[in-house]
């Protein structure tokens, strides 16, 4: 095993063959509806051909995950943490309500109901918000307008062994002149894994419902309004890397549009949307006999938003100018009970019922320089406002913070791009800031099993300061293309928890208390080498190497850095017959965190195999799909595994995919 993982470092020159992040040229109308409608379908991985999200931006090199089961990872941009990236839905801001993370913005979305993902890395993701990772955006299925009436479908189903987990997931689509109809829905159920020694994983099992609407009205030749909604449940999801389990998640996510073209003048487009969205998720531990004390712990969150994007085009600059709004309330209670669950013996607002309102005015402008030279440069200016109606509880850990907090959060950003002959270069930089999230200014009480303590939030913290720089190179012929990209952060007042000296644990499982303070700085590096060859017709090869390193600012190890990792990858097409095989792993992670509760783990790799089968029969074609996950079986665990969890062992899956 050992010399097959030093082989594939020096094969894994590699990207995988998806690309998630577009050029901007996108801001160009025409071109839009072309890219839209070129990714819609590619919602899948050459591995397999049902994806979750989760498993879907797992393929980009840009984002690792933080595990704590099998459902609703944590998506990590540039090895940081939700709080310093922006995840949003076809630009609307959506916030989590669980205070354990466990319910990420992309835990409420399924693979069926999105045309692609947006990625984008640093200050380049500001146009959504303020940010220092970059930005995820998650972009619905939105079928254009055509001059024929058309009807289109695809379902899929599949069965997978492991977990024995069956879903049935379908969409469909209707598009004419003037009126425009898309939906989805999907169901997913599986039971507990097992990982590689056999061993049942419990508290792993989950079931979640998801379905979608939207519909469009063509309101003049270059006019149209759109109304979209997402309703997602998920119950008796188990976590058997926390103390507790979800026992219902639930999310109505709605939208408005309305967007304008213009035939003459610099605006091309105008889109305007107002949106609204409700989620309240419910933490419970009934399932765990074990818990002396028994928690529930509910959360509620809410946001009213409004995004008005303006694109213009002047010659050879393009630009694109976005008002960004919204207020969010968040709610999370916490409710201790003894074994007789009728008496109630504690109640604390873990979230105290804060109120954040964000307004913020953001640009991106496009200027071709020459016919192989672009200049990007773009920037923000948010306006942040925090208000905490229970104060009392800041008060007990820091006496005297305002109820009120109001925050300016500038950005900036600025990327040259140059191309000679088959080569590539660029080159970049930002500067941004960002305010603490709800948990890092008002959280009480916070538990974080990871590192067993309680973790209380900072109404005083000051904003995170980025600095970053990137560049990247790449060649590419007809056969043959290498990407090699990398980009450094240095972070001020970098928010991190500290051991506080005074107060104790709530949580009987608590070794102390943590209260979120400001480092001077800390430094985060990213580097990635990507490849694709065609070595024959039919025979594809693809590959991905990435190394980051994080310290402090006294040069202590920042958590949940991943190693150096690879994931190499052929895939062989003959007429109808499809075969592809990847490896991927992870080296020792030897840069580890013992002061955030991380330990040494030990290197893995993974072999995996699937083969597919296309059938054609008139206006219906189909496409079954038979793999394996893990051939070898092998029992690993991961640097971003939350408590050492072990991955799953040896899965076989099938699926099968119509479309009509």
């Known amino acids: 095993m050992k010399k097959l993982t030093i082989t594939l470092l020096f094969l894994s020159w590699v990207v995988k063959g998806q690309n998630l992040h577009e050029k901007k040229d996108s801001i160009k109308v025409l071109d839009e509806v072309l890219i839209m409608n070129n990714i819609k379908k590619k919602i899948e991985t050459d591995m397999k051909m049902n994806v979750s999200v989760d498993e879907f931006l797992a393929s980009s090199d840009q984002i690792s995950f933080i595990k704590r089961g099998a459902y609703a990872w944590e998506p990590l941009l540039n090895n940081m943490s939700t709080e310093r990236s922006t995840v949003t839905i076809d630009g609307m801001h959506v916030f989590g309500a669980c205070t354990d993370k466990m319910d990420p913005i992309t835990s409420y979305v ?165 949106y609204f969205n409700a989620i309240e998720h419910y933490m419970d531990d009934t399932k765990r006999p074990e818990n002396l004390v028994h928690m529930d712990m509910p959360g509620w969150s809410t946001t009213y938003g409004l995004l008005s994007k303006l694109n213009i085009k002047q010659g050879d600059i393009s630009s694109e100018i976005q008002l960004n709004a919204y207020n969010n309330r968040s709610i999370a209670e916490m409710r201790m009970y003894p074994q007789d669950r009728s008496k109630q013996t504690m109640f604390a607002y873990s979230w105290p019922w804060i109120t954040t309102s964000y307004a913020g005015i953001s640009f991106n402008n496009s200027w071709d320089i020459s016919k192989n030279s672009q200049l990007n440069f773009g920037g923000s200016l948010g306006l942040n406002y925090n208000r905490s109606k229970y104060v009392e509880f800041n008060w007990i850990f820091h006496p005297g913070s305002p109820q009120e907090k109001t925050r300016f959060l500038p950005s900036i950003n600025a990327n040259y791009q140059l191309t000679i002959n088959q080569f590539n270069f660029s080159v970049g930089g930002g500067y941004g800031q960002r305010a603490p999230s709800v948990s890092e200014g008002y959280g009480y009480y916070i538990y974080n099993s990871f590192d067993r303590y309680d973790y209380i939030g900072n109404p005083n913290l000051k904003n995170e300061i980025s600095y970053e720089g990137n560049a990247s190179a790449g060649f590419k012929n007809k056969k043959l293309s290498i990407q090699a990209k990398v980009n450094y952060f240095h972070i001020e007042n970098y928010i991190i928890g500290k051991i506080l000296s005074l107060g104790s644990p709530m949580n009987y499982q608590s070794v102390g208390v ?72 992870d080296l020792k992670q030897i840069n580890f965190s013992p002061e955030y509760g991380e330990d040494k783990t030990p290197a893995y790799t993974i072999w995996n195999l699937s083969t597919d089968y296309r059938i054609n029969f008139k206006k219906v074609n189909a496409t079954i799909q038979v793999g394996v996950e893990n051939i070898l079986d092998e029992y690993y665990s991961t640097y971003a595994d939350w408590g050492n969890i072990p991955r799953m062992g040896r899965n076989f899956f099938t699926s099968l995919k119509i479309n009509f």
Do not use: C
Request: no cysteine; proline share 2%; charged share 20%.
């Open 514 to 585: 943590k209260s979120y303070t400001s480092l001077d700085y800390a430094t985060l590096f990213n580097f990635s080498l990507n490849a694709n060859y065609e070595i024959t017709n039919g025979l594809h090869w693809n590959g991905v190497l990435t190394y980051a390193r994080g310290m402090d600012n006294k040069e202590n190890n920042l958590p949940f850095i991943r190693p150096l990792s690879y994931q190499t990858s052929l895939h062989y097409m003959y007429k109808e017959f499809g075969i592809q095989t990847s490896v991927n792993g």
């Open 110 to 274: 399924e693979s069926n109901n999105l045309a692609t993902i947006d990625i984008k890395s640093g200050q380049e993701g500001g146009m959504h918000g303020s940010t220092i990772a970059g930005s995820i955006d998650l972009k619905r299925k939105n079928s254009p307008f055509g001059r024929l009436q058309k009807w289109q479908g695809v379902y899929q189903s599949g069965f997978e062994f492991n977990n024995k987990q069956f879903f049935n997931l379908g969409n469909f689509s209707f598009s004419s002149n003037r009126f425009v109809v898309d939906g989805s829905i999907s169901y997913r159920k599986a039971e507990n894994y097992y990982d590689g020694n056999g061993h049942e994983v419990k508290h792993s099992q989950f079931k979640k419902f998801n379905t979608s609407l939207g519909i469009a009205y063509k309101t003049s030749e270059l006019s149209s309004i759109r109304l979209d909604a997402i309703f997602d449940q998920a119950k008796d999801v188990g976590y058997p890397a926390l103390p507790m389990d979800l026992w219902l998640s639930r999310a109505i996510i709605t939208s408005a549009t309305y967007k304008q073209l213009y035939k003459k003048g610099i605006i091309k487009a105008w889109d305007t949307k107002v």
